[in-house]
């Protein structure tokens, strides 16, 4: 178990999570009390893979408004317990006519393909301070890719770009790792390296607190400008994460491969399966370090400091204000 800022994260597997007056109380398979923590405590629980919650605490935690999401052991979203929403029928109604208008669409792509290729390009800038890996020209291709951006007709062209700079992006990201473990390409399933592990579970926790983010703006995640609509495919939390993977994910993982905070010993393989998984010590040390840097303050231009979850919220509001009219476009958070 592991408690950071107001998430419960809860990975015993085989535990059960229940109420006891005003109180969350979990206890291992021996029926052992392993952790308490008060109500008041506790705004969201993940559960990484076989944990049991009673009808008391589903209860409890609809009624006191904590979001209960469900995560299997190699990072992958299940899906999660949340109150509706019951004031949103005005505002989806001007979401989804705005999802038919092209102008609009394209703009607010732009901004955020935009955004995400700069603070790619910044990270792997930050990263070869001392010039002793050869990035140059990765970095040279995302500045060209940036400026190919606003010249862009279509949302397909966008993705061409994106495509296209996340190409360098990742050739660059190889070079600057200062920990060879194997890490070649993006590789999303199964991920064949640590590397790609680590990628692949940081983004599905990064994608289940932009989706609380959007769920507060009370906009519908499925209904996004930059990702395609499919069913299942909740394109808005897909594209307001986008300018947040790199300063958040990607920099965990560099800082923690370059200073050995994490190694290969942090990481298992299964006989007949091609993917790396990370080890029960592995993903609490990651986790651990994700959630500093969630927890992290900033400063936005001029106004006051947010940890990374409150800007999440102030960028989900960006976007409702870009819907509703309130504002011209979409501001992506840009690092320096």
Do not use: W
């Not at 015993?12 to 052992?32: F, L, M, Y």
């Not at 944990?51 to 008391?56: G, H, K, Q």
């Not at 927890?295 to 001029?302: R, T």
């Amino acid at each position: 178990m592991q408690q950071e800022e107001r998430t419960l994260y809860v990975a015993e597997q085989g535990a059960t999570i229940a109420k006891t007056s005003h109180r969350i109380v979990i206890r291992n398979t021996s029926n052992k009390i392993i952790q308490e923590i008060p109500f008041f405590k506790i705004e969201q629980i993940i559960i990484i893979g076989r944990v049991n919650l009673t009808p008391d605490m589903i209860f409890a935690a609809f009624n006191r408004e904590i979001d209960v999401v469900f995560v299997s052991r190699d990072g992958r979203f299940k899906g999660r317990l949340t109150r509706d929403n019951q004031k949103i029928v005005n505002l989806r109604r001007k979401q989804y006519e705005r999802s038919g208008d092209d102008e609009f669409r394209l703009s607010i792509a732009k901004s955020i393909v935009a955004g995400k290729l700069k603070n790619q390009r910044t990270i792997l800038m930050r990263y070869n301070r001392d010039k002793k890996a050869d990035v140059a020209r990765e970095i040279i291709a995302m500045k060209i890719s940036i400026d190919s951006v606003d010249k862009a007709k279509t949302i397909d062209a966008l993705m061409g770009l994106e495509g296209i700079g996340a190409r360098s992006y990742f050739s660059g990201l190889k070079c600057v790792l200062k920990q060879d473990l194997g890490f070649k390409e993006r590789v999303k399933r199964p991920p064949k390296d640590p590397v790609n592990a680590m990628l692949s579970f940081g983004y599905t926790l990064l994608s289940i607190y932009v989706e609380s983010a959007v769920n507060v703006a009370a906009l519908d995640p499925y209904i996004g400008c930059l990702h395609a609509f499919e069913d299942r495919r909740k394109s808005l939390v897909l594209d307001l994460m986008e300018e947040f993977r790199p300063v958040i994910v990607d920099s965990v993982i560099l800082s923690m491969v370059n200073t050995l905070e994490i190694t290969g010993a942090d990481f298992y393989t299964i006989e007949g399966c091609e993917g790396v998984f990370l080890t029960d010590e592995g993903r609490a040390k990651f986790i651990k370090a994700l959630e500093r840097r969630f927890a992290s303050e900033i400063k936005v231009k001029d106004e006051h400091d947010y940890s990374y979850r409150g800007l999440f919220k102030r960028q989900a509001m960006l976007y409702r204000k870009a819907v509703l009219g309130e504002n011209i476009n979409y501001e992506p958070y840009l690092i320096r």
